[in-house]
């Protein structure tokens, strides 16, 4: 198998994950892969970083899925890849101002993804894992990037 080049998605802080989570609450939002793959026959790939920015210091959890309706109380059709926690205390300001930045988890294996319902999307749920509410628009916005390899046949 041959691998391609680094590239970069991010969600968008104005229409993924937007509304309001509670303790636990999960929201499950799909992230295509990047435009410049478009003409690429490709639904294999690494994921080799994650990170988080927020506008709220909350613990967050991310969950990838495989297919989109990922979460499935039947563990037959659950299509789980990864999960990865972004802790409160690793959300860092700069000059103590404005959103917080959370890194990608220090020794973070490229994690395989295969797109099994060939949307050409990565299928992220976010988790709230905070006694504190995320608060939905504006004032609760929340953007992740992934950074992507491709797999080639």
Known sequence: ????????????????????????????????????????????????????QSDQNLEWDIFIFSKAGADDTNLDDDTFVHHLNFSQTSGKQIAGANQYYYPCPVGLMAIPYKDIDNTRKIHIGLINRSVTSKTAGATGEIKIRLSLRPIFA
């Open 1 to 52: 198998m041959k691998k391609g080049s680094i590239e970069f998605i991010d969600s968008d802080k104005d229409t993924h994950f937007t509304g309001a989570l509670g303790q636990n609450a999960m929201e499950i939002e799909s992230i295509g892969f990047p435009t410049s793959w478009q003409n690429l026959q490709i639904n294999e790939v690494e994921i080799e970083g994650i990170s988080v």
